[in-house]
């Protein structure tokens, strides 16, 4: 908070990882899976601190993706990745978080994904929904940033790949922005 002006948005993996101080929070649901404790439960537990922490809320539809690899989220999760190859159940799922009335969708092959999302699974969901669409895992190098921001994706995360080199951080940055320019 002390380094950057921008504002700081968490992303939890549990209501212990909720701080103050940020600015806001992705009040993630994980539409993808069929685990009820993460579709609603764990949001029953942490209402009443979300609502205490003054944090901005931004209800996100998150959706697990196949990117070729076990990852935390879906040992953590006990649910299985939608098939990278079905861009269509990607697609209906998206639709569904819309329509039940979530802000945000979060695409995510997951941390140490194997294999990113692939464009044309962007381009079709990105296409189909009227809110912003964010899109993460396996972003190893800013080419990759920016052909899913030409996709689609509103918004990239990258953390592997920037934790294990952070000069990435200002590549990967204008790799995103070279897509308003060319378009």
């Known amino acids: 908070k002390k380094a950057t002006r921008l504002p700081i948005v968490l ?44 944090l901005e809320i931004l209800p996100t539809g998150y959706m697990l993706i ?8 879906s040992y953590i999760s006990n649910t299985a990745p939608l098939p990278a190859d079905k ?7 998206a639709l569904a978080g819309e329509m039940l009335g979530l802000k945000l969708i979060y695409m995510d092959a997951g941390s140490g994904a194997k294999r990113p999302i692939a464009e044309t ?8 929904i009227e809110i912003p ?27 592997n790949a920037i934790e294990d080199d952070p000069a990435l951080v200002k590549e990967m940055a204008a790799a995103i922005h070279a897509v308003s320019i060319a378009t």
């Open 11 to 54: 992303f939890p993996g549990s209501p212990s990882q909720i701080s103050k101080h940020a600015d806001g929070l992705l009040y993630l649901s994980l539409i993808s899976g069929r685990n009820p404790e993460l579709l609603i439960g764990q949001h029953v537990l942490s209402a009443a601190a979300v609502r205490q922490s003054g």
């Open 121 to 128: 699974m962007i381009k079709e969901v990105a296409a189909a």
């Open 66 to 73: 196949d990117g070729g690899a076990p990852t935390t989220v």
């Open 87 to 93: 861009s269509e159940i990607a697609l209906c799922t």
């Open 133 to 159: 669409l964010i899109v993460g895992g396996g972003i190893k190098d800013p080419e990759k940033a920016y052909r899913n921001a030409r996709a689609g994706a509103d918004l990239i995360v990258v953390g």
